[in-house]
């Protein structure tokens, strides 16, 4: 009887314990705009290597600034990770990110690093388009390869984009479509207006467009190039352009956020993410990395073979609030 008892106070002692260790884990919380298996990928290895667990939630690069600032005065995050660099400005500008000089930050180079220290880029990707090989076939529809193929009369309504107001990716559309003709705005909104001519539907998120069209529910798609290579690896019957009249690219970024519930965490993970060990897994994207740490993957594509508009993050993020409200009004008002 008396090993009985002893056993069972010995069983509750590491039960106790094993309950004890499961509450003292440490972990950070995160918001991140990467698509969710990679953000998984990434967040269980640095849980692997640290033993620190990420508590992450995936939003759209339109939806995590609007979430940041919406728990401005109590943040329930402590690191935005991913995202259109734009966004990660325009919430330096309202005040919801904070400076971190990182012992890792001299892998990137000195354009894709803000000078203050709020936001590191991480890689860039530029804008295409793709086709669903099946559905042009069945339509006659060959792939665009210039923004003035995709307003053409035969792509009307068979078109889909992300809509500018919740998505990093479709705003970066919309300021590449006014380097595309010489900065000249009212020519891009005039360009704009044909382009929805083409298009079915805007979606809230912008990698959506290029994963209706591998399933062939939209014939056409624009989005960011790795995603689409990333769904073309993985089998889909698409085939995929780069527009030979120029394109933007996005240059998805590292922020911490003011006044985060774990800081200290926040930036150990944001240190370990500049790091090889996720350089290494990020260069597996189909992105371009921009870590010296990182060993590209080659996806056929090359900046070197692409006409690339002279973009202007800075620009981009402090004209954001008005170039929406004019898209709205003269786009997104008739939807």
Same mark, same amino acid.
């Given at each position: ?87 990660? +400005? $325009?919430?330096?500008? !309202?005040?919801?990110? %904070? /400076? ?5 930050? @001299?892998? *990137? =180079? ?88 083409? +298009? $079915?539907?805007?979606? !809230?998120?912008?990698? %959506? /467009? ?5 399933? @062939?529910? *939209? =014939? ?97 993020? %402090? ?17």
């Amino acid at each position: 009887m008396k090993k009985i008892v002893v056993l069972a106070v010995l069983v509750l002692l590491c039960v106790t314990m094993i309950a004890g260790n499961s509450l003292a884990a440490e972990k950070v919380k995160a918001y991140t705009t990467m698509e969710e298996p990679l953000a998984k990928a990434l967040f269980e290895q640095f849980e692997k290597e640290t033993g620190i667990v990420v508590e992450w939630v995936r939003l759209s690069s339109g939806e995590a600034v609007a979430r940041i600032e919406a728990e401005k005065a109590n943040p329930q995050a402590s690191i935005w990770v991913g995202g259109v660099g734009t966004l990660h +400005i $325009d919430a330096k500008n !309202k005040g919801l990110t %904070a /400076p971190y000089n990182s012992r890792m930050a @001299g892998s *990137i =180079p000195d354009q894709f690093r803000d000078p203050e220290k709020f936001w590191i880029g991480l890689y860039v990707g530029p804008i295409a388009f793709c086709i669903n090989t099946n559905r042009s076939a069945e339509l006659n529809l060959p792939l665009p390869t210039s923004w003035a193929d995709i307003v053409r009369p035969e792509y009307e309504k068979k078109v889909r984009v992300a809509n500018p107001g919740t998505s990093g990716t479709a705003y970066n559309m919309v300021t590449t479509l006014i380097r595309v003709f010489g900065n000249d705005e009212d020519k891009a909104f005039e360009f704009l207006k044909k382009l929805d001519r083409s +298009i $079915d539907q805007y979606t !809230k998120s912008g990698s %959506a /467009p290029g994963k209706n069209c591998a399933i @062939g529910e *939209i =014939p056409v798609a624009i989005g960011y190039l790795h995603d689409m290579v990333k769904l073309k690896v993985e089998g889909a019957p698409i085939e995929i352009a780069v527009p030979a009249d120029g394109t933007g690219f996005e240059t998805a970024a590292l922020s911490l956020l003011k006044d985060g519930p774990d800081p200290v965490n926040g930036k150990k993970l944001y240190d370990w993410i500049l790091g090889q060990s996720a350089m290494d897994i990020i260069a597996t994207w189909y992105v371009i990395p921009l870590s010296d740490k990182a060993s590209p993957v080659e996806t056929g594509f090359s900046f070197s073979k692409m006409k690339l508009v002279n973009q202007d993050d800075v620009w981009d993020a %402090a004209n954001k609030g008005r170039l929406l409200d004019r898209w709205n009004k003269e786009i997104g008002a008739s939807r």
